[in-house]
């Protein structure tokens, strides 16, 4: 078990490098905490400290999300027309009549000024 004063140090530092905006490291949270790197690498205080390294990595900022959203909005474009694809293979390998447009749903949002817009539809077969 860890001690809770040890364990309060630690993450006193982390907060305080955090806050300053240095890179989080072992050697600068053990410097500033006031203790050895060997007892950072004791397990729950390693996994404290690796949790907010990977945290600090995934910061996000406006540009980053935007550029996110646009690649997620294309692979589920491109989802969607696999999907509608396969849907249609099914239907004309179990003899089904094809679908008329207006009766499909709409999986995306109709085609707007920003070229974006709804998976192309299946070819007839």
């Given amino acids: 078990m860890i001690e809770p004063t040890l364990l309060s140090r630690v993450e006193d530092a982390l907060r305080a490098i955090e806050q300053g905006g ?29 949790e907010r390294r990977s945290r600090g990595r995934e910061a996000c900022t406006l540009t980053s999300l935007s550029s996110d959203l646009a690649r997620l909005h294309g692979s589920l474009a491109d989802v969607v027309s696999q999907l509608c694809q396969q849907q249609a293979r099914l239907r004309r390998l179990e003899g089904q009549p094809r679908e008329p447009d207006h009766v499909r749903p709409c999986l995306l949002p109709p085609k707007d000024a920003g070229g974006e817009g709804r998976a192309p539809a299946p070819k007839p077969p």
């Fill in 22 to 50: 240095s890179r989080l490291t072992f050697v600068a949270v053990a410097q500033r905490a006031g203790v050895s790197r060997t007892s950072l690498y004791r397990p729950a205080l390693r996994a404290l400290v690796e």
